[in-house]
């Protein structure tokens, strides 16, 4: 069994920046993609970015794309979401979760961390 754990949540100014990590123990981390996913207040879970267990391939968002990376190292088999440029309608809580492939969609995806939460202020 794989567990996940987020951290680096904040609060920030619009513009500014934050970098996620999700670190993962028990089982083997480095055949799994891993994605990060967000929920607001009222909303459902919605994708942000997902990166192959390679970390060669990475899908993200349309509202996110140009300003977050997502990235893992599985030395350390922890992956990591750097958030530049960050817009009032980023906060949620984010999370992530492990699959075999890089879908997009939440129910592909196990093993969810407790979630860290990104505040971002006008």
């Known amino acids: 069994q794989v567990r996940l754990e987020e951290s680096g949540g904040g609060s920030v100014q619009a513009g500014g920046s934050l970098r996620l990590s999700c670190a993962a123990s028990?089982?083997?981390?480095?055949?799994?993609?891993l994605g990060w996913f967000r929920q607001a207040p009222g909303r459902e879970r919605e994708f942000v970015a997902t990166?192959?267990?390679?970390?060669?391939?990475?899908y993200y968002a349309d509202s996110v794309k140009g300003r977050f990376t997502a990235s893992r190292d599985n030395t350390k088999n922890t992956v990591f979401l750097q958030m530049n440029s960050l817009k009032p309608e980023d906060t949620a809580i984010y999370y992530c979760?492990?699959?075999?492939?890089?879908?997009?969609?939440?129910?592909?995806?196990?093993?969810w961390g407790q979630g860290t939460q990104v505040t971002v202020s006008s």
């Open positions: 979760g492990r699959a075999d492939y890089e879908w997009k969609t939440a129910d592909a995806y196990d093993s």
């Open positions: 990166v192959s267990w390679s970390g060669g391939v990475t």
């Open positions: 028990g089982r083997t981390f480095g055949n799994y993609a």
